[in-house]
């Protein structure tokens, strides 16, 4: 009985914290929905529903790149599932930014009803990011090319490629580094670990351990012997950076559609570039959807290439809210319809 009521007890929680996540990306984007609606008489409506076949697509792409990697790792997971779980992980991830953790902290909750384990379901989602990441990288060299030949290639415009393509290759490269030896991911992760339980203690200082080391040892080493099974057949990766590579073509495609939609013919390299550097930005932004830091510096990358604010600004907040729109509302039905059987279990 216990059990069962600290179960609703903790679906109630996530509910009431998504519920204020919600309304603090209502609050702070509330003036941008109002001039999005606006500014819509000025937009081709018909161009403006292309995105959603666009994202329809995106989130089949990331679908299938689930599907293969849990394939490699030995389980069979249908495709109907993992679409639907690319759609909830996204709601998490809009409106409980922390820089990926809940994105992780979710597909590790998630995936135990298909007796995923902890350490697999880490590792799935570092195949997915690192698979986005090494796509992009190819996405943003062909947009650097596009805006050579286009002439849009200036020294600022290369200074800002070469940033983002720094932090892609470091970060990818960091991730390898560290899952390929045991050694280093212990290391690592153990030093995390009581990181995290000291930040705990502080605030609670009645808890000693809150994550066992002992349990958090056995995760990280089953992490590295999953991540193994990749490295010793490199050809195990071409499925998941295939499907990244779609996911992140699609996602840029949908952001293209919205400045055609307001009738500007823009350089497609620029726009990739722009793309880059908000979503990183956004990344690690403590606003939900990283409202604010996204639309500023999208608008900055632009401005270096000959795009005034004027132009690029309601293009791009039409975008982030109808784009956020088409994702989060479905998003958040699936979510709670996963929290529910949980609480009937």
Do not use: C
């Amino acid at each position: 009985m216990k059990s069962i009521v600290n179960k609703k007890n903790w679906r109630k929680i996530l509910t009431v914290i998504t519920i204020l996540a919600l309304l603090i990306f209502i609050i702070t984007s509330g003036g941008h929905i109002v001039d999005t609606f606006r500014g819509l008489r000025k937009a081709d409506l018909w161009v403006l529903w292309l995105m959603i076949p666009l994202e329809v697509l995106n989130y089949q792409a990331q679908t299938l790149l689930y599907r293969d990697a849990l394939k490699t790792m030995g389980y069979e997971i249908t495709s109907k599932f993992l679409y639907g779980f690319s759609l909830e992980l996204n709601f998490i991830a809009t409106l409980l930014p922390s820089a990926g953790l809940s994105a992780v902290s979710y597909t590790n909750l998630r995936l135990k009803s298909k007796s995923i384990s902890g350490a697999d379901a880490t590792l799935l989602h570092l195949i997915k990011t690192i698979s986005v990441f090494i796509s992009f990288l190819a996405l943003l060299i062909f947009g650097l090319l596009i805006m050579a030949i286009g002439g849009k290639a200036s020294s600022i415009i290369i200074l800002f490629a070469s940033v983002v393509i720094t932090i892609l290759v470091i970060l990818t490269g960091g991730a390898f580094f560290i899952v390929g030896s045991d050694k280093r991911i212990d290391s690592f992760f153990t030093w995390v670990t009581l990181f995290l339980n000291k930040v705990v203690k502080t605030f609670r200082p009645r808890i000693h351990e809150a994550i066992n080391i002992v349990r958090a040892k056995k995760v990280f080493n089953d992490l590295h012997n999953s991540y193994m099974l990749f490295r010793n057949d490199p050809n195990q990766f071409k499925g998941p950076f295939i499907w990244g590579l779609l996911a992140n073509f699609t996602e840029v495609a949908v952001l293209y559609v919205v400045y055609i939609a307001f009738g500007h013919w823009v350089n497609p390299g620029v726009i990739i570039l722009a793309y880059a550097v908000a979503n990183l930005g956004g990344f690690l932004s403590v606003l939900p959807g990283g409202v604010g830091v996204y639309e500023s510096l999208m608008t900055i990358v632009l401005a270096t290439a000959g795009i005034s604010a004027s132009l690029s600004l309601p293009v791009t907040i039409t975008y982030r809210i109808l784009n956020t729109i088409i994702q989060i509302v479905p998003g958040y039905v699936l979510y709670q319809r996963a929290l529910i059987p949980r609480e009937k279990n």
